[in-house]
């Protein structure tokens, strides 16, 4: 593989922006140049830019694939009472306002009920729940931004401190 270092640097990349597992990346990456080469015609261009155009197509498919199907792992909420008793008397969650506390029960009620609930459906459900009950879009998207603020969406970082360096 001549082109080890593109390989790694997109798979790289792609773990530091979405999360994905670094192995699961770079092999889905390989797999991906091996069958460029296959069919790489020359008369097309350069075969690196061939590749990264090719390498990361399949990439952002792959980790939209992970994305869909992971499921949020519940055990250690449900299966011992007091980490859930414990987050329900902590200072942080007694500090927000009372819309956002019935945000967090939504979450634990859908949880209790389907502990295999897809992290891509729990957020629709919640809002779903909420516009039922006479919420706002605009009423819920707020409490949700307060969430995230109060713990740290990683995202929603990454976004902020992109826009501040430009």
């Known amino acids: 593989m001549n082109h080890i270092n593109l390989i790694r640097k997109l798979a790289w990349n792609f773990h530091r922006s979405t999360g994905v597992d670094f192995k699961e990346l770079f092999c889905e990456a390989s797999l991906k140049y091996c069958e460029i080469l296959r069919t ?8 690196p830019a061939y590749a990264w155009t090719a390498i990361t197509n399949r990439l952002i498919h792959f980790v939209r694939i992970e994305k869909r199907y992971q499921t949020v792992d519940t055990t250690v909420f449900f299966n011992t ?5 414990t987050f329900f008397q902590s200072d942080i969650y007694e500090t927000l306002p009372e819309d956002c506390k019935t945000i967090i029960q939504k979450i634990f009620d859908i949880l209790k009920e389907n502990d295999e609930y897809p992290i891509s459906l729990l957020l629709w ?10 919420w706002t879009h605009r009423r819920t998207q707020q409490n949700i931004n307060i ?10 970082r990454r976004r902020t401190s992109c826009k501040s360096r430009g």
């Open 40 to 47: 790489y015609d020359k008369e097309k261009g350069a075969l």
């Open 81 to 85: 009472s007091y980490i859930q008793e």
């Open 125 to 134: 459900k919640v809002k779903t729940i909420l516009t039922e009950e006479g």
């Open 147 to 156: 969430l995230r603020k109060t713990f740290g969406n990683d995202n929603q």
